[in-house]
């Protein structure tokens, strides 16, 4: 994640926070695939929403964010400890029932890409599942507000997942959105088993 991203976070942090309100509906679907009552990554927490809804399904989560302000906002809420990592430190290897990553790893340099889901997977278990959310698009930029983003188109998300690892299954699904910026949004996510 860029240091102007990041910054943008621990700048609107409150206000970020304060804006999110139901958890993301597709969340319930990743963890119906996740193994019961099981251990989960959660890359981006934000202001710790899916998260307070991870943990009232009974999982064990393991809550992230790259940005302090965030982080402490989230720990909050979820009354846990959320830790402030970037999504090139994560260091875990087979620990993980199931990563959680909405709307964060569209963050991420297309150049850095490859390895984050390199760490993603060495961090998951057999059968583990993950999930992630970018916002799509045909070129690497920043939006208005100075957030980078890597704007992948659906069939470059599913060449770069399949290039960085032996997924025993993987797809992708798109739809149209909206975001914290009140813009009508293209979304693609992924969903992939080790």
């Not at 929403?49 to 393991?62: Q, S, W």
């Not at 992230?64 to 959320?82: F, K, N």
């Not at 290039?163 to 693609?188: C, N, Q």
Request: proline share 3%; hydrophobic share 40%.
């Amino acid at each position: 994640m860029t240091d102007v991203t990041l910054g943008f976070y621990d700048t609107n942090a409150e206000e970020y926070a304060a804006d999110l309100g139901t958890p993301n509906p597709r969340l319930f679907t990743f963890l119906d695939r996740c193994r019961p009552k099981g251990k989960v990554l959660e890359l981006g927490t934000g202001g710790g929403v899916d998260a307070a809804a991870i943990i009232g399904r009974g999982f064990d989560l393991d809550a992230t964010d790259g940005s302090s302000e965030l982080a402490a906002i989230a720990s909050r809420r979820i009354g846990q400890p959320v830790k402030t990592m970037l999504f090139n430190e994560l260091d875990a290897v087979g620990i993980y029932d199931g990563v959680y990553a909405c709307a964060s790893l569209t963050h991420v340099p297309r150049s850095d890409l490859r390895g984050v889901i390199e760490k993603v997977y060495r961090a998951m278990t057999e059968n583990g599942v993950v999930w992630a959310s970018f916002k799509a698009g045909a070129e690497e930029g920043s939006d208005a507000l100075g957030r980078h983003y890597n704007y992948l188109s659906q069939d470059e998300l599913m060449g770069l997942w399949r290039a960085a690892a032996p997924w025993r299954e993987i797809g992708t699904e798109a739809w149209l959105g909206g975001a914290y910026d009140r813009k009508a949004t293209e979304w693609v996510a992924v969903t992939a088993m080790k």
